[in-house]
């Protein structure tokens, strides 16, 4: 079986009243591409993220995923924040097995990035997760790839991407 690879990004923004958020993507129900129900329905993910490519490097993934999950004006904004190039960015987490390899970056925009989002048809909208909010996200595995997270209330997150949103938030702090 080849190796899964998938890169994405973390967007952070300064929200008047609530400080400095992560700005989380939610899986929605059904997934547009494959036909059928989505996986973990209902959890988190980091703002743009997916399965990378077999030729493409992660920011071409991260851009490619930005335009599809989130629309063009976002992915034009999110492609221009990162200067079309993943030099900048901090990489939050990198996970590399026989089974996968996996690419967290992570961006700070200005809030009015939020405006530009035109939200794909497989998403179940957007989180703004506080720093406190952040420490208690739990482990999306705890719940059943069928049913998922059926609790707005409750975020959950794959781990590697739970261990990115915490290292964002020390990177992003000042």
């Known amino acids: ?8 990004v973390l967007v952070m923004t300064e929200f008047p009243g609530m400080g400095l958020v992560a700005v989380l993507q939610r899986r929605g129900e059904f997934n547009h591409e494959k036909m059928g129900p989505e996986s973990y329905p209902g959890g ?8 990378m490519e077999d030729s493409e490097a992660p920011f071409d993934t991260i851009f490619r995923e930005a ?36 690419y967290s970056y992570g961006q700070k925009m200005n809030p009015d990035f939020l405006k530009s989002i035109k939200l794909g048809p497989s998403s179940g909208g957007v989180v703004l ?14 719940f059943t790839r069928e049913e998922g997270v059926d609790q707005l209330s409750i975020i959950a997150m794959f781990l590697d991407d739970k261990v990115a949103v915490l290292k964002a938030f020390k990177y992003f702090a000042s």
Do not use: W
């Open 1 to 8: 079986m080849a190796k899964k690879r998938s890169a994405g």
């Open 129 to 142: 997760v506080t720093k406190e909010r952040a420490s208690k996200i739990r482990n999306l595995k705890e």
């Open 44 to 51: 988190c993910q980091l703002t743009a993220h997916g399965g």
């Open 67 to 102: 335009l599809e999950e989130m629309g063009a004006p976002f992915g034009v904004a999110v492609g221009a924040a990162l200067s079309g190039s993943l030099v900048n960015a901090p990489r939050l987490n990198y996970i590399n097995t026989d089974e996968k390899e996996v």
